[in-house]
């Protein structure tokens, strides 16, 4: 069964839409269970009904019913009780005394019943639990597809009315509130589509090719100099990243490759293309995954371009809601200046390049938005909420109005914090709570100065190493550290030593494990690899000649030991940089509390650093044995979870214990209802972005230590998420403070 599963799947991948893959399905069942008949309906939950979608018989038994209601019959049974169900004595047609022997498994995705596969022989028939098992494991690989095609509109789907009470649920990656037009964006070229074709004259196929790459080389550069002057400079290496593939010796060499072989240029594309995208699907690190888009993307703006299409001019809303099935960075590059105000993709995360630049552009945005029929939304009027990851398509007035409101509720409230900048962040009873900033490259110093920020809590040196088509060098590092740490000074700035593994690899240093997060990553990579750490802890020394301001932070620790060979090294460093006549002191050196053996050593690892800091991020991920990244259970990732929430007090309980400061610096510092309960732990510190500083230190300024304590020790007693996160908010509102939660200030 094994290869007939695999042969099934192979011609799905080759079908061109649904109802061809479904009767693909339906004749490999039937043949391969030898019965008279296969079936496979799909819910229509509008008609509250299964909709007969293929068949495939032998005529010995009558074509059956075109649709049944969800809860008649053997098909009812089988949705009802979410599990399969065999059944041997059905009549096949009234007044037709003939038995039939049924099996049927349920299509499911998510707990939700998608539809049946049913098989029915006319004779007599037990079917065994190795055939049940086959079809269990087809339901479930048909299951995506299903899903897919329902939610592009492709076929029926549920309705999402009133809007009063639903929306278009996605991912949140960039928070706050737009109201604007759909503007549908389609990929420009389709590689599926293109079939093989025999070619005599390679020179000809491969100058056409040659064209064509230069015309895309040319399309991203055009790209990447429009949005230069309005871009943050760690941004932009989006673009010289595609510039990158498209320089790609191996790629171009593949494609001449099959060229010469006698395959047309588009074919070869094609080949190629698709080639790579499967390499980059299959690996586990989810950066790379990501980066098998950009592939497909670079892929059809060749083809593109190969195709000598003219490229249509498109017109874009004054307040443009771009939308897609896979949206690419070039897409939301292509929106003229001022136009764009929300992005809303059916796939990618919030590590996708169109995120990224999202983040950067500070629009809100949504990500595998669920239930998005693209089809169905041209230029029609939506809400987008990206606090929450909600889109409402066509709003009620009474949606509408409030929303407005809402917006400019938004609005009035970013110039009210304005206010607080140059105020000290510190709670009403006296408790001071520090406030810091985390920082990729320079050009967040000047976005952390509109907030007056007290400092950088932490600084991710990995973001300069993926930026590069290598390792930087010590020369580069070091002016790099420098514009950090003088932009700052005399304030501190905290350096995070190489981080990279997990959901951040290098380009140019690609590592393939089964389990990327348990894996080679953080400490672990650099005492590894010695020469690498030492040259940048050197660059960090050298850069902060004369300024004084540098705190140097080790990540992903699980052991003392990995502090001492550390620590022993960066002696080293010091020594030489001291020999070199820099005018340095040795730095605050502190370790990240990310994984829980690490929290449970702090009392020895606090005889060899100066200070903790909290990655709440990964530390929730390994508390909770989630992958925050992964759609399929990223709903069960809730840093509010009561074992974090007890995690984190035991770490701070015993770092106070040992006289030694702890702050927090991961995303957990950005959710306001956290912040509330961070502030009644008892953290020294909290380290977040630039645009979410002025809120957190409104809360801090509005809610007193003593009360946030009080409600800390009575929520530590709680057993459940969603009612510490209600406890909050209701505090939260009594304060004033509700528009920190949701949009609106009320």
Same mark, same amino acid.
């Not at 605050?588 to 053996?597: C, D, I, N, S, W």
């Not at 214990?657 to 020294?684: N, Q, R, T, W, Y």
């Given at each position: 069964?094994?290869?007939?599963?695999?042969?099934?799947?192979?011609?799905? %991948?080759?079908?061109?839409?649904?109802?061809?893959?479904?009767?693909?399905?339906?004749?490999?069942?039937?043949?391969?269970?030898?019965?008279?008949?296969?079936?496979?309906?799909?819910?229509?939950?509008?008609?509250?009904?299964?909709?007969?979608?293929?068949? %495939?018989?032998? %005529?010995?038994?009558?074509?059956?019913?075109?649709?049944?209601?969800?809860?008649?019959?053997?098909?009812?049974?089988?949705?009802?009780?979410? *599990?399969?169900?065999?059944?041997?004595?059905?009549?096949?047609?009234?007044? %037709?005394?003939?038995?039939?022997?049924?099996?049927?498994?349920?299509?499911? =995705?998510?707990?939700?019943?998608?539809?049946?596969?049913?098989?029915?022989?006319?004779?007599?028939?037990?079917?065994?639990?190795?055939?049940?098992?086959?079809?269990?494991?087809?339901? $479930?690989?048909?299951?995506?597809?299903?899903?897919?095609?329902?939610?592009?509109?492709?076929?029926?789907?549920?309705?999402?009315?009133?809007?009063?009470?639903?929306?278009?649920?996605?991912?949140?990656?960039?928070?706050?509130?737009?109201?604007?037009?759909?503007?549908?964006?389609?990929?420009?070229?389709?590689?599926?589509?293109?079939?093989?074709?025999?070619?005599?004259?390679?020179?000809?196929?491969?100058?056409?090719?040659?064209?064509?790459?230069?015309?895309? +080389?040319? =399309?991203?550069?055009?790209?990447?100099?429009?949005?230069?002057?309005?871009?943050?400079?760690?941004?932009?290496?989006?673009?010289?990243?595609?510039?990158?593939?498209?320089?790609?010796?191996?790629?171009? *060499?593949?494609?001449?490759?099959?060229?010469?072989?006698?395959?047309?240029?588009?074919?070869?594309? &094609?080949?190629?293309?698709?080639?790579?995208?499967?390499?980059?699907?299959?690996?586990?690190?989810?950066?790379?995954?990501?980066?098998?888009?950009?592939?497909?993307?670079?892929?059809?703006?060749?083809? =593109?371009?190969?195709?000598?299409?003219?490229?249509?001019?498109?017109?874009?809303?004054?307040?443009?809601?771009?939308?897609?099935?896979?949206?690419?960075?070039?897409?939301?590059?292509?929106?003229?200046?001022?136009?764009?105000?929300?992005?809303?993709?059916?796939?990618?995360?919030?590590?996708?390049?169109?995120?990224?630049?999202?983040?950067?552009?500070?629009?809100?945005?949504?990500?595998?938005?669920?239930?998005?029929?693209?089809?169905?939304?041209?230029?029609?009027?939506?809400?987008?909420?990206?606090?929450?990851?909600?889109?409402?398509?066509?709003?009620?007035?009474?949606?509408?109005?409030?929303?407005?409101?809402?917006?400019?509720?938004?609005?009035?409230?970013?110039?009210?914090?304005?206010?607080?900048?140059? #105020?000290?962040?510190?709670?009403?009873?006296?408790?001071?709570?520090?406030?810091?900033?985390?920082?990729?490259?320079?050009?967040?110093?000047?976005?952390?100065?509109?907030?007056?920020?007290?400092?950088?809590?932490?600084?991710?040196?990995?973001?300069?190493?993926?930026?590069?088509?290598?390792?930087?060098?010590?020369?580069?590092?070091?002016?790099?550290?420098?514009?950090?740490?003088?932009?700052?000074?005399? +304030?501190?700035?905290?350096?995070?030593?190489?981080?990279?593994?997990?959901?951040?690899?290098?380009?140019?240093?690609?590592?393939?494990?089964?389990?990327?997060?348990?894996?080679?990553?953080?400490? &672990?990579?650099?005492?590894?690899?010695?020469?690498?750490?030492?040259?940048?802890?050197?660059?960090? #020394?050298?850069?902060?000649?004369?300024?004084?301001?540098?705190?140097?932070?080790?990540?992903?620790?699980?052991?003392?030991?990995?502090?001492?060979?550390?620590?022993?090294?960066?002696?080293?460093?010091?020594?030489?940089?001291?020999?070199?006549?820099?005018?340095?002191?040795?730095?605050?050196?502190?370790?990240?509390?990310?994984?829980?053996?690490?929290?449970?050593?702090?009392?020895? #690892?606090?005889? &060899?650093?100066?200070?903790?800091?909290?990655?709440?991020?990964?530390?929730?991920?390994?508390?909770?044995?989630?992958?925050?990244?992964?759609? +399929?259970?990223?709903?069960?990732?809730?840093?509010?979870?009561?074992?974090?929430?007890?995690?984190?007090?035991?770490?701070?309980?015993?770092?106070?214990?040992?006289?030694?400061?702890?702050?927090?610096?991961?995303?957990?510092?950005?959710? $306001?209802?956290?912040?509330?309960?961070?502030?009644?732990?008892?953290?020294?510190?909290?380290?977040?972005?630039?645009?979410?500083?002025?809120?957190?230190?409104?809360?801090?300024?509005?809610?007193?230590?003593?009360?946030?304590?009080?409600?800390?020790?009575?929520?530590?007693?709680?057993?459940?998420?969603? #009612?510490?996160?209600?406890?909050?908010?209701?505090?939260?509102?009594?304060?004033?403070?509700?528009?920190?939660?949701?949009?609106?200030?009320?």
């Amino acid at each position: 069964m094994l290869a007939v599963l695999r042969q099934i799947a192979q011609e799905i %991948d080759l079908a061109g839409d649904l109802p061809s893959a479904l009767r693909i399905v339906a004749r490999c069942v039937r043949v391969a269970m030898q019965v008279h008949l296969c079936r496979i309906y799909l819910v229509d939950h509008k008609r509250q009904q299964y909709v007969l979608m293929a068949f %495939d018989n032998n %005529d010995s038994l009558p074509t059956p019913s075109q649709s049944v209601a969800l809860d008649e019959g053997l098909l009812g049974l089988v949705a009802e009780r979410v *599990a399969p169900v065999a059944h041997l004595n059905l009549t096949a047609a009234e007044g %037709d005394n003939k038995k039939l022997a049924f099996l049927g498994v349920p299509i499911v =995705y998510h707990r939700q019943v998608l539809g049946v596969i049913a098989v029915e022989e006319a004779n007599h028939r037990i079917f065994s639990e190795d055939e049940e098992a086959f079809l269990v494991t087809l339901a $479930a690989q048909l299951a995506g597809t299903v899903v897919h095609a329902r939610d592009m509109g492709f076929i029926f789907r549920a309705e999402v009315t009133p809007l009063e009470a639903t929306c278009l649920q996605g991912i949140p990656a960039v928070a706050g509130v737009v109201i604007g037009h759909a503007k549908v964006i389609y990929p420009p070229a389709d590689l599926d589509a293109i079939p093989d074709r025999h070619i005599t004259d390679v020179a000809a196929e491969t100058k056409r090719f040659n064209a064509a790459l230069d015309s895309a +080389r040319l =399309y991203i550069i055009q790209l990447q100099q429009r949005l230069e002057p309005t871009l943050p400079k760690e941004e932009q290496y989006l673009f010289s990243a595609y510039l990158q593939v498209l320089n790609s010796t191996e790629l171009k *060499a593949d494609i001449c490759t099959e060229i010469a072989a006698g395959q047309w240029a588009e074919g070869a594309l &094609r080949r190629v293309i698709k080639k790579h995208v499967l390499q980059f699907s299959g690996m586990t690190d989810h950066y790379l995954k990501e980066r098998a888009e950009d592939i497909l993307a670079l892929g059809q703006r060749v083809l =593109y371009h190969l195709q000598e299409k003219t490229e249509e001019p498109i017109t874009y809303p004054q307040k443009t809601i771009l939308i897609g099935e896979k949206l690419t960075a070039a897409d939301l590059a292509n929106v003229p200046t001022g136009l764009l105000c929300g992005v809303v993709s059916y796939s990618g995360s919030g590590n996708s390049h169109v995120a990224i630049l999202a983040r950067a552009l500070n629009v809100p945005t949504i990500m595998s938005a669920a239930g998005l029929a693209v089809a169905e939304l041209e230029g029609k009027l939506m809400v987008l909420d990206g606090y929450h990851g909600c889109l409402y398509v066509e709003p009620s007035p009474k949606l509408l109005q409030k929303y407005t409101l809402w917006a400019e509720e938004e609005r009035q409230l970013d110039k009210k914090l304005q206010a607080l900048r140059h #105020l000290p962040s510190e709670t009403s009873d006296g408790r001071q709570v520090t406030l810091l900033l985390n920082a990729s490259l320079e050009s967040d110093a000047a976005l952390a100065l509109t907030v007056a920020a007290s400092g950088v809590g932490l600084f991710r040196t990995e973001i300069s190493f993926m930026n590069k088509p290598q390792f930087p060098t010590e020369t580069e590092q070091r002016n790099l550290y420098n514009q950090i740490l003088r932009a700052f000074a005399p +304030r501190p700035v905290t350096m995070r030593t190489l981080d990279i593994g997990g959901d951040k690899a290098l380009p140019y240093l690609p590592t393939r494990e089964d389990n990327p997060f348990l894996g080679w990553r953080g400490i &672990r990579f650099t005492l590894d690899h010695p020469d690498i750490f030492l040259m940048q802890l050197r660059a960090m #020394l050298s850069a902060s000649d004369g300024l004084h301001n540098l705190h140097i932070m080790l990540p992903m620790v699980t052991s003392v030991e990995e502090v001492d060979e550390a620590m022993q090294l960066l002696r080293r460093a010091y020594a030489e940089v001291n020999e070199q006549g820099f005018n340095i002191t040795m730095p605050k050196v502190g370790v990240m509390l990310e994984v829980p053996a690490a929290i449970y050593q702090i009392e020895a #690892l606090a005889k &060899r650093v100066d200070f903790f800091s909290v990655g709440s991020n990964d530390l929730a991920q390994y508390i909770l044995a989630v992958d925050r990244n992964n759609a +399929r259970v990223c709903d069960r990732f809730d840093t509010l979870h009561p074992a974090v929430l007890r995690v984190l007090h035991d770490a701070v309980e015993k770092a106070h214990a040992c006289h030694k400061p702890i702050s927090l610096c991961g995303e957990m510092a950005s959710d $306001a209802v956290a912040a509330v309960l961070l502030l009644g732990l008892g953290f020294d510190q909290l380290s977040m972005n630039a645009g979410i500083l002025l809120r957190i230190k409104w809360i801090i300024r509005t809610i007193p230590y003593e009360q946030a304590k009080e409600l800390v020790q009575h929520i530590l007693l709680f057993d459940d998420a969603a #009612l510490i996160r209600r406890e909050v908010e209701k505090m939260l509102d009594d304060a004033g403070l509700g528009g920190l939660i949701r949009a609106g200030r009320k």
